[in-house]
Nanobody, 121 residues
Framework: QVQLVESGGGLVQPGGSLRLSCAAS????????MGWYRQAPGKERELVATITAGDTTNSADSVKGRFTISGDYAQNTVYLQMNSLKPEDTAVYYC???????????????WGQGTQVTVSS
């Protein structure tokens, strides 16, 4: 079994900052990449940022220059530093890990339960 547990969401004023954390635990043989996705009410889930085990990052244009993803693969943990937050960043943020559970398993996507981020004055 694999679990992804997110923390760090909350309510923040426009222009403020938040830091999300996600820790993966359980039977993990190797992680290829971890990342963050978000889903706002009435919208589809969208990619926010990803980071590979080789430290290659990718992020949505809408968050470039404001959000920074980092990872500690020794601890199976990924972080998302969010600065200059805007009301349109309001969403449920989901952690994702593309990993292999067990030496003989296939790589699969695993998801956290989500953490709410609300940007409002």
């Amino acid at each position: 079994q694999v679990q992804l547990v997110e923390s760090g969401g909350g309510l923040v004023q426009p222009g403020g900052s938040l830091r999300l954390s996600c820790a993966a635990s359980g039977t993990i043989f190797s992680i290829n990449a971890m990342g963050w996705y978000r889903q706002a009410p009435g919208k589809e889930r969208e990619l926010v940022a990803t980071i590979t085990a080789g430290d290659t990052t990718n992020s949505a244009d809408s968050v470039k220059g404001r959000f920074t993803i980092s990872g500690d693969y020794a601890q199976n943990t990924v972080y998302l530093q969010m600065n200059s937050l805007k009301p349109e960043d309001t969403a449920v943020y989901y952690c994702n890990a593309y990993l292999r559970s067990g030496r003989w398993g296939r790589y699969s996507d695993y998801w956290g339960q989500g953490t709410q981020v609300t940007v409002s004055s």
